[in-house]
């Protein structure tokens, strides 16, 4: 069954903005990992939390975890047109790794 | 030097037909898996192989065998068919089997069944 679940399914933002993507979850979970798809690719790993951790960075990215709430946030800051892709939470538990829908993200020039 | 390469990236065929993608990861991981992403982007795994052995079966139908000569070549065969099979379906690996690892993907192998 599917685990985590992004929120928005589509983002449009403008260049320079910073954008927010959630992730919510259903069950526990060991770890939670962001993916990045451009269009036409495969997916390319971002960053990975885990459940015993409530924030962590990288570059221009910033990922939290809730496990209270079953949540977690992807910041992107700063955004480039580069940007635009899909962001995929998936959710790590009993050697499974479920993806999300992803949401959209569109950098407006 | 392509770290998980899948061939063919495109693949038309008709219903009924038997067709197979074959995927090779040259990263020394132990796990690979193949996914399937429906037209609405949802990515769903399928089967997921260690050291050549099945670990994960995710109710396919049985018209798709994966085969796994060794941990670097994880194909998949699909027989008959049929429409609802037109996806992309993405091979990757990770280095270990477990959900803390990263997993690296292939570019895709585009299948539209007419």
């Known amino acids: 069954s599917q685990q985590g679940e992004e929120d928005p399914q589509a983002l449009s933002i403008q260049e320079g903005e910073n954008a927010t993507m959630n992730c919510s979850y259903k069950?526990?979970?060991?770890?939670l990992q962001w993916y990045r798809q451009n269009s036409g690719r495969g997916l390319v790993h971002l960053i990975l939390?885990?459940?015993?951790?409530r924030e962590k960075h990288s570059g221009r990215l910033r990922v939290t975890l809730d496990t209270s709430k079953k949540s977690s946030s992807l910041l992107i800051t700063a955004s480039r047109a580069a940007d635009t892709a899909s962001y995929f939470c998936?959710?790590?538990?009993?050697?499974?790794?479920?993806f999300g829908k992803g949401t959209r993200l569109h950098i407006l020039p | 030097d392509t770290a998980v390469s899948q061939t063919p990236k495109y693949l038309v065929t008709q219903m009924g037909n038997d067709k197979s993608i074959k995927c090779e990861q040259n990263?020394?991981?132990?796990?690979m898996y193949w996914y399937k992403q429906d037209s609405k982007k949802f990515l769903k795994i399928m089967f997921s192989?260690?050291?050549?052995?099945?670990?994960i079966n995710e109710t396919v139908p049985n018209r798709f065998s994966p085969k796994s000569p060794d941990k670097a070549h994880l194909n998949l065969h699909i027989n008959s068919l049929e429409l609802g099979d037109s996806a992309v379906y993405f091979c990757?690996?990770?280095?270990?089997?477990?959900?803390?690892?990263?997993?690296?993907f292939g570019e895709g192998s585009w299948l539209t069944v007419v």
């Open positions: 990757a690996s990770s280095r270990k089997q477990g959900t803390g690892n990263t997993i690296y």
């Open positions: 069950t526990s979970i060991n770890n």
């Open positions: 939390i885990r459940s015993n951790e």
């Open positions: 998936a959710t790590g538990r009993d050697d499974k790794i479920i």
């Open positions: 990263l020394g991981h132990d796990t």
């Open positions: 192989y260690n050291n050549k052995e099945l670990i």
